[in-house]
Nanobody, 124 residues
């Protein structure tokens, strides 16, 4: 059982930055892939970025490429999403997800554990 808790959301104006954090806790050590997803009002959930267990391999949705950076600190059991050059269309609830194995990609079905999400609002 993996528990995920996101933090760092908030309200910013367009062009601003936010850094989301995802604290991961589990009863037994395991190698877990991680990812961030988001869901805006009236919009289907979409993948934002994924990272493998080592932290060396990442993948981004086209809509956030070159603006967002996903990273992780396994010693701290924490994942991060640095969001730069934010746009109003980035407004959404952002969810951290973890799956079993080193790499899970951007498919939501590959992630069995989800956080409650943190709201990000970008105003123009």
């Amino acid at each position: 059982q993996i528990r995920l808790v996101e933090s760092g959301g908030g309200s910013v104006t367009a062009g601003g930055s936010l850094r989301l954090s995802c604290a991961l806790s589990r009863k037994t050590p395991s190698r877990n892939c991680m990812a961030w997803f988001r869901q805006g009002s009236g919009i289907a959930r979409e993948a934002v970025a994924a990272i493998d267990y080592s932290g060396r391999n990442t993948l981004y949705a086209d809509s956030v490429k070159d603006r967002f950076i996903i990273s992780r600190d396994n010693a701290a059991d924490t994942g991060y999403l640095q969001m730069n050059s934010l746009k109003p269309e980035d407004t959404a609830r952002y969810y951290c997800a973890a799956g079993n194995g080193d790499w899970c990609g951007l498919g939501a079905a590959n992630y069995g554990s989800w956080g409650q999400g943190t709201q990000v609002t970008v105003s123009s």
